[in-house]
């Protein structure tokens, strides 16, 4: 049985809390992109974006929420709210390059295995329109995307 239904009608917001949820709300995320009007690879794009955050959510802070609701400013489109309780960042711009992160290692036989790339916020940044991040003065992290449902020139 999956958990994966919104906890608020007005604005759907998905409790992330196991490892499955980093693909399931992604997919539940596509679908709504659809529904706004985004088309097949925009759509996909928020999907991918939305995976990596709840990726992180998962890894460094174990639980956490997403919203998804539609935004009309400053332009027409789609937001994604990632929130956690966990330790937030402590140098974001630092966190956005991609590949400063070492990523998440593991030692077996004296050898650091390395499970990640650094490169999660990085894609986010790309494949959205706009992002902030903030680490909440309660504590944890807050990462807002928003993608709009056109810009003003294509991305590379
Ligand atoms: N929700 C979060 N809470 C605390 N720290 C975070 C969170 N998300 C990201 N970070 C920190 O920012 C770094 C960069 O995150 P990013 O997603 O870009 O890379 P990664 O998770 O290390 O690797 P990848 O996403 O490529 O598997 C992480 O290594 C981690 O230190
Ligand atoms: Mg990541």
Redo the contacts with the bound molecule.
Sequence with gaps: MTMLQPVNDDRNTFAVARATDAYLIPGRIKETALEFGFDEKSAWEIEIAAS??V???I???GT?TVAVERIHAPRSGLRLI?D?D????EN?DL??I?G?????FTVHDGRRIR??????????HRLMSAMT?VNKPEG??R?TADKWLREDKPKP
């Design positions: 990596e955050l990726d992180n959510v890894r460094y802070a956490g990632v956690d966990g330790p937030g960042i974001i966190a956005l991609d400063f992160s070492q990523g998440v499970h990640s790339l650094g490169v999660g916020l990085g894609a986010v991040i944890g992290l990462v």
